[in-house]
C-alpha cells in the first residue's frame, strides 16, 4: 500500500447534504473503488488498507439508499454478481462436464442397464458404483503443477472458466501444495460451498452493515468466490469437497474410491457420506437414508451422484454429448410451499413465445424466497384450473424457474371468493399483433415478428448474452436502455454503437468516459468469433449450443453453412438430406434453420454481421494420428468383447466412418463370431478382415 494514498484515503468525506452532491460525491468514490479495483488485480499493488476500501464501499452503499438511481452502474453493483470481464479465461485441459439426471428406481435401473448394454456384460454381473452427496455449490477445477497449486478456474461453460485463483487462497479445504509423491501435473475437481451456518451467519453480518445479502448459500458461495476483490473473498467462510479430477500426468488410482482415499491422504477434504454401492437395492436404501438426512446436514444437496467405480470402465463407457455414460445424478424431490396469486402477467420471449408468469405473494421455498412462477402456456393454466386470487402449491429444483404445481380449492372444490378466471390473451400484449398457436405446438406466440419491440430486445440479449457473443459491459440492461434509444435495432447495430453514438453515450447519465471505452472495448473483442458461438447468437428457434455446434463442425465455414441452409428449402434435395442426416438433427429442427435463412431480413442481418465481422471457420476435431482415421469399418455378427455402439462410438471418435454395408470403399470388416453374407461379400472384394480382438489390437497402436 502506498502511503501517500493511505493518509487521504482513510478519511470519508461528509454526508452530503443534497442529491446534487450526492451524485457528485458518488461519482468520485465510483471511480477511485474502480481504480483501487484496478490496482488489486491487474497490478497486484493494492492502493489502499481493506479497512479504507470497505469505509469508501459502505458509503457507496449508504447514498445509494438515499439515492437508489445512483446504483445503476455503480460498483456495488459489479462486486456480488462480480462481471466476466474482471476474471481471466482458463481454459481446462479437460472439460468441465455436467450430468445426466435421474428421479426414479426406474431411471436408475435403466442406468444401471445401459451400462451393461454398452459393455456387453450379461444382466447380473455385478456393477460397482461410487454414491457421493450432490452437493449444492459451484464446481471448481484445481490445476497443480509440480505439487503447488498453479490455477484454481470456475466451470464457465465447461471449456473455459474464470481464474479465481486469488480467491480460494484463504480455503483451508484446499492445499496449496501437494506431497513429493504426487504427479506432476494434476487437476482435482470439486465443488466449493457455504455451510448452512455460516450462509445464515454471513447474511446477518451483511444486512447489518447494510451489504448485499444472498438469497440461498449456493449463490453466497458462487458471489463470494466471484469478488473482484480477493480480499472479499478472504473473509467468506467457503468450503471445498474433492470429488474428480481433470489432467493427470500419471493415473492416481484405478477406481474412483481409492482416488477419493488417495486425495483424501494429501489433504483434500471429501465428502464422508461417501459410499461403496452394488446394486439397485443398495442405491435406493441409500437415497432414502441421505433423502431422511439432507434436512440435518449444515449444507445444501440437491441429490446424489452415482459413478461407475472402476476407471477403466468409465473410460470405455466414454461420453454421450456433454455427459459421462458412466455417471449420473440422482435428484431428490424439489421443495414445495403453499401461497396466493396475485396477478398473472405474459412475458414475451425471443421466438415470439408467450409465457404466462404468476405474481406471488413472497413464500420461502426450500430457504429462498419466491414471488414469481411460470405458469408455461395457456394449456398448463387449463390443466392446472388456476385463477388470479387462488391459493397455490409452488416448487423449486436447483436453479430451476419456480413453478405452480397445484391449486388449492375448498372443501366444496370452490375458487376463493375475490378469484377471478384468467383469460389468455389473443394479442401480444407488447405490440398488439395476434398472437397464434401452430397446430401440434403448445406455445402461444406473438406473430409480429420483427415490429414486436419484446421479440427484437430478447434476441438482441440473446445474442451479447454469456454464452453467445459474451461482450463485456452490455449486459441485458444496457441493450434495453439503447433500444429504447432507438441505438440498437438489429444486432450488427451493437458494431456501430461507438461510430454512430459513441458521444451521446459517454453523455449518458450514469456513463462516462471509462465506462463507455470499456464497452466498446467489450465490443471490439468480439469482432472476430467462432462460427459455432455465431450461429448460436442468432436465436434461431430449437439451436441451442450444442446444435450450433454441430453444425458449425459439419459446415465449417460460415459460406458454407449458409449456402447449405439455402439449397436444403428445395425438397428431397441432396442439401436437404445432408442436414438431417447429421446425427441428433431430426426433420423439426432442419424446418427451423431453413425457414430462418428463407427469410429476407434474416439474410440482411447475416449480410451486415459478414461487413462487421471476421467469423472464424471451425476445424474438424483434430483427431491423432491413427490406422483409422477416414477409414470405412463395417461390424458384423455377435460381437462379444463390446457392444455394436461401443465400437461405433470408439471408432467413430478415431476419426473413422462406421458403416451398414460392405463395398468396394470398405477398409475393414470386424467379424464377430456367427458373420454371414457381409463376410463372405468382404472376402470377395478383398476387404481386410478382423476378428474382435485384431480389432482392439489395431485400434491400441493409437
Ligand atoms: S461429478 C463428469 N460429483 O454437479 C462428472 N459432480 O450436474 C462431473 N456436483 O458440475 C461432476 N457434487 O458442480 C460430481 N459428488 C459430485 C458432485 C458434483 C456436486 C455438481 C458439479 C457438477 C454438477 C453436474
Redesign the pocket.
Known sequence: MSAEHASNMSELPELPSSSTEARKQHAEISERIRSYNEAYHVNDDPLVSDATYDALFNRLIELESHYPTLKKNSPTQEVGAAPAEGFAKVKHARP????GNAFSREDIVDFLARIRRFLNLTAHSPVEVVG????????LSLRYENRQLVTAAT?GDGSEGEDVTANVAHIDDIPKTLPDDAPDVVEI???VYMARSAFQKLNATQAETGGKTFANPRNAAAGSLRQLDPSISAKRPLRF?A??FGELSESLAQTQWNFLQKVEGWGFVT?PLTRLLHNADDIMAFYDELATQRPDLDYDIDGI?Y?VNDFELQLRLGFVSR??RW?I?HKFPAEKARTRIKAIDIQVGRTGALTPVARLEPVTVGGVVVSNATLHNRDEIDRLGVWVGDLVVVQRAGDVIPQVVEVILDEDGNHPNDATPYEFPTECPKCGSHAMREEGEAVTRCTGGLICPAQAVERLKHFVSRTAFDIDGLGAKNVEAFFELGWLKSPGDIFRLESDHGDAIRKLEGWGEKSATKLFDGINERRTIGLDKFIYALGIRQIGQATAKLLARHYGSLAEWRSAMVAANEADSEALRELINIDQIGPGVAKDLIEFMAEDHNREVLDDLQGLLTITDVEAPQVSDNPVNGKTVVFTGKLELFSRNEAKVKAESLGAKVAGSVSAKTDYLVAGPGAGSKLKKAEELGVTVLDEQGWLDLIATE
Open positions: 468441465m462436464l455436467s450430468l457421493e452427496p450432490k452437493i449444492d455449490g459451484l464446481s466451470r475437481r470439486g465443488e469437497f470429488y474428480s465428502n451422484v459413478k455427459s459421462p455417471a445424478a
